[in-house]
């Protein structure tokens, strides 16, 4: 049987709720979903915190399979599309990836991120 661990890192927002930022199973990092947090405020700005959670997982965005994308509009996805597409640019690879409009995300902002990586 394999290992679970948690993962925490001061470089990206604790969780806002009673879970993990990441947990480690085997070879496998489960990433929660990421908002645009500044660990510190925890106000919103421009950008994401999943690269510091993977990294405190000992894993990368090289490492990604697969991401789900949390869009408040999906009006948005075409610039969502820009950012992803940049943010993996460093990648052999990319990800496969599910993206979907919900009603509300967390801190009312307008995308959220979550991956799995090994």
């Known amino acids: 049987m394999s290992t679970i661990t948690s993962v925490s890192t001061s470089n990206a927002p604790s969780a806002i709720g009673p879970y993990s930022q990441a947990i480690k199973a085997g070879e496998f990092v489960f990433v929660s979903g990421c908002i645009p947090l500044v660990p510190s405020t925890m106000l919103i700005v421009e950008g994401a915190n999943l690269k510091a959670v993977l990294e405190a997982s000992s894993s990368s965005v090289g490492k990604v399979v697969k991401t789900t994308v949390f869009l408040k ?16 640019s460093g990648s052999e690879h990319k990800p496969a990836r599910s993206a979907v409009e919900v009603a509300r995300l967390p801190k009312d902002v307008l995308f ?4 799995i990586a090994g």
């Open 112 to 115: 959220e991120i979550e991956c």
């Open 73 to 88: 509009n999906m009006e948005d996805f075409a610039t969502v599309n820009k950012i992803y597409e940049e943010f993996f």
